[in-house]
């Protein structure tokens, strides 16, 4: 197969969908077959990385550098069998004009509700994700993204899906039952050394337990609950340190209630660190706390049962789908913050007498391999380009 994959971002940028992207291109040319690789990048260039053809095109003027994505996406594609796009906007849209002008399939991935996503972002959207759906009255930014989504969705020959949750709201936007498919997401874990542990806690100043939480610093990652407990949790534990991994828009405000809290030395927020200093953390730490309002599936969560880390999860969307309740982690409301300091307490009191059996942990991780995600990903791509012809 001859395939092009229009990424929003690729690496050296961070993030799980760059670091998806790198992936499952290797993967693809690994198999025999030829990418090509469009994404947004801090400079435009066309760079050859063995074994990958990458065309990158600079972050500016938001419409101009869309259409020089769709003009780089139009001669990327020339000759080849399939466009892989990795979202709706950022490389969605334009896959589906470049498909439709040259006659050719292409599959579309969704992690999330972008339209939803920018409403709660940019403007003022406080409807959960769920009733945001049926939502009418919304500005018109919103309407506009909604509208895209839907077109780019519903135009697509398959939508790929990483939970059943997600396969359920896009479902919702009008795309048939039959051309959604779910694909659960692998994971990538890395050795770390007793001599990077020691180092990476010796930086930090931790000298006693540590609660982390990772990923982007948005309102609906549920990490002001955490600071709001966070007292409480000291009275416990004098000792312990609350370790937030990220940046977004939500700093500043999550910054402000830290200092409101007096918390500046027993909360560290280390902004973005790269992949190996997230593994370190996450061999380091107790606990990790993903208290999202909502999720699709979080390549996060399933590094941390990985690395064996206790894991406690709000009860929504993808996090069902990956933690059973007491068995290889624990679920939790958002709204019952006196719950959350419970359960912590009870985790830090066990010490190194786990909660949680590893057994049950390593065998609900089986079915987020990356061998059949692959798998799984090359058979969606070749039935695509099989049923165009």
Known sequence: MKIVIAASIFPPDIGGPASYSKFIAEELVRQG???RIVCFADSAVKTIVPPLEIVRI???????SHLAYAL???RASAGYDVIYAQGVVAGGWQSWIIAKLRNMPFIVKIVGDYAWEQGSQRYGIKQSIDIFQQARSLPWQVKFLKFVQRQVTSKANKVIVPSKYLAG???QWGVEKSRIEVIYNSFSGSAVGSAEVNAFKQK???SGPLILSVGRLMPWKGNDILLTVWPEILKQNPLAKLMIIGSGTDEARLIKLQDQNNLQSSV?????????QVQIALQVADVYVLLSAYEGLSHLLLEALAAQTTVIASDIGGNLEV??????GYLCQRDNPDRLVERIGKILSAGENSLINKSAVEQSLTKFS????IAATVLALQNCIKNQR
């Open 72 to 74: 780089a996406l139009w």
């Open 204 to 206: 930090y100043n931790i």
């Open 370 to 373: 990356s061998e059949h995600m």
């Open 33 to 35: 077959n030829q990418v």
């Open 323 to 328: 933690i059973v309740d007491g068995v290889n």
């Open 58 to 64: 600079k972050r500016t003027a938001k419409v101009l």
């Open 169 to 171: 709201l896009v479902e």
């Open 268 to 276: 560290v927020f280390t902004g973005a660190l790269p992949h190996n």
